[in-house]
């Protein structure tokens, strides 16, 4: 059984339809990354998997279980943890209390804030912080150790490299192999391609609303991918 | 002497404004919801402390653990069936129908109890004071209700400053789509945030039942007193609230004490309006933004 499994999802905007009939399949500690332009949809199907939206149409099963339309709470305590879009860490609290934050519906496992600040040593030092005054990458760091705090089986990255300096970005990529080593499984959105297709196992290309190309990293080649980002 | 009798009265009263104005201060803080039907739910937990002291016969005092109980009931109730309904949809939507509950809860007090005024008796303690010497004297009860505020804000404090569910608020309040990714429950946390401020104001409604007399239609004049505390002393504070209410205590007993008990009223709104052009963000506000 696969982690998680989307078949025939419609999802709207009020009238607006955002994404057409997504099929798609994330195994067990794989790290699946989708890609594509802007407004082609993948931030749109990431809020989906998070339950921020609910689709219209179609099923989304998480290990085997109906998801679709289950409040994010309830689906934070299954396991699936987000780090969202522009990192939205919470300004007035510390980087420590973001962490505990993160651990509100407590799964057990081996994430403790401990285990953040030794993936991301920058962290340490800024415990007592409000995470208003962080930089950039510091924010990002702290967003992606308080979606790990709930111990997920998939964490969602939307847009994790977005607006950031080439150095951060390596720090945040390189810490992909400890998170699988964790138990997780990467669920990853990007726009920065060639850095993405470095580390996925499996990558969909989204084009205005669609899944215009999807499959292995190595089998793909570059002339597929440009032609199914672009749609030429 | 007399102006030293007058600032210890406003001090004192300003603990009470404190009392009513946190409430009304975390309910715009965690959910941004301008609740103006919270002077009339000052007046509520009189009414309904008044109905514990009828059926049960003790002491008003005893009646206020019960009393508060039963408010956060009320409150979690009313914000969970109806107001969060609300709160995502904008400001004006907030406005118009906590004033159309302020409207509902002062005619139902109307009918149920009539607009007689009513007390609340707790026997000889209400006369009760320390004489400090000839020209100045403490109320006990104004003295409790002081220390009592002193109390709640700074439980309160640390609720939001060490437990989970304090946390849960201030990350709710900072930004409420990411707290829910987070696994927080806002629509739990709201109730609860609404159930609290109910509890609190409950302390400062019966209080003032127990000191003096109330009806329905006080409700009005109180929620400008907890807004002009909470403006005073600045968001997202509750020691400012604290600030506000005494700094707005002092400008109604020393307005009264130098141009007559008619002016002490006005003298407070003059202060509170001086402030807020001078300092809109007042004392001690703490909102941060990202």
């Known amino acids: ?232 | 002497m007399d102006w030293l009798n007058a600032a210890t009265q406003g001090i004192l009263l300003g603990g009470l404004y404190a009392l009513f104005a946190v409430g009304l201060s975390l309910v715009f803080g965690t959910m941004r919801l301008t609740n103006l039907a919270h002077g009339d739910l000052t007046i509520l937990p009189a009414y309904v402390a008044l109905m514990v002291v009828n059926a049960l016969r003790f002491n008003p005092f005893y009646s206020i653990p019960i009393t508060m109980v039963i408010m956060f009931v009320f409150g979690y109730l009313l914000q969970r069936g109806l107001l969060n309904a609300i709160v995502k949809t904008g400001d004006v939507n907030g406005v118009i129908v906590t004033f159309g509950i302020s409207i509902v809860l002062q005619n139902a007090l109307l009918l149920g109890f009539t607009a007689n005024s009513q007390g609340l008796d707790a026997g000889t303690v209400e006369n009760l004071s320390i004489k400090i010497n000839d020209r100045l004297a403490v109320g006990w009860l104004p003295l409790i209700i002081f220390l009592m505020s002193l109390v709640v804000i700074t439980v309160l404090q640390i609720f939001m400053g060490r437990t989970k569910m304090g946390r849960a608020f201030r990350a709710v309040s900072d930004d409420q789509e990411a707290a829910r990714l987070m696994g927080i429950n806002n629509k739990h946390i709201w109730a609860v945030a609404m159930g609290v401020a109910l509890l609190i104001v409950t302390i400062g409604g019966v209080m003032m039942a127990i000191r003096t007399t109330f009806d329905p239609l006080l409700g009005s004049q109180r929620l400008i007193y907890a807004f002009e505390a909470v403006v005073i002393g600045g968001m997202g504070s509750a020691w400012g609230t604290l600030l506000g209410g005494i700094i707005l205590g002092l400008a109604q007993t020393l307005g009264a004490q130098a141009f007559g008990s008619a002016w002490s009223i006005l003298v407070g709104h003059v202060v509170f309006v001086v402030i807020l052009a001078l300092r809109p963000q007042g004392f001690l506000a703490k909102t941060v933004t990202s």
């Not at chain 1, 993160?102 to 993936?119: F, I, K, M, Q, S």
């Not at chain 1, 945040?172 to 990853?188: Q, R, W």
């Open chain 1, 1 to 232: 059984m696969s982690l998680l499994e989307i078949t025939d999802a419609s999802v709207y905007y009020e009238d607006f339809q955002a994404l057409y009939d997504i099929n798609l399949t994330v195994e067990e500690g794989e790290i699946f990354a989708c890609i594509g332009a802007n407004g082609a949809g993948k931030s749109t199907m990431l809020k989906t998997v998070s339950g921020v939206l609910t689709p219209r149409r179609g099923t989304i099963l998480f290990d085997g279980q109906p998801i679709d339309h289950m409040q994010p709470h309830k689906r934070v305590e299954m396991g699936i943890s987000m780090v969202p879009e522009g990192r939205r860490v919470f300004p007035s609290l510390t980087v420590q209390e973001n962490l505990i934050i993160g651990a509100y519906r407590g799964r057990p496992g081996p994430w403790t804030t401990d285990a953040v600040y030794e993936l991301f040593p920058l962290l340490e030092p800024l415990k007592k912080r409000q995470a208003s005054g962080l930089s950039g990458g510091e924010q990002q760091a702290l967003a992606i150790g308080r979606s790990l705090m709930s111990n997920p089986r998939l964490i969602l990255m939307d847009e994790v490299s977005l607006g950031l300096a080439p150095v951060v970005i390596k720090r945040i990529y390189d810490a992909f192999p400890t998170l699988l080593e964790s138990g997780c499984t990467i669920f990853v959105v990007e726009q920065d391609v060639q850095h993405v297709l470095t580390v996925a196992s499996h990558v969909a290309c989204f084009l205005e609303g669609r899944i215009a190309l999807q499959g292995k990293p190595s089998e793909l080649t570059n002339e597929q991918i440009t032609a199914a980002y672009f749609g030429v």
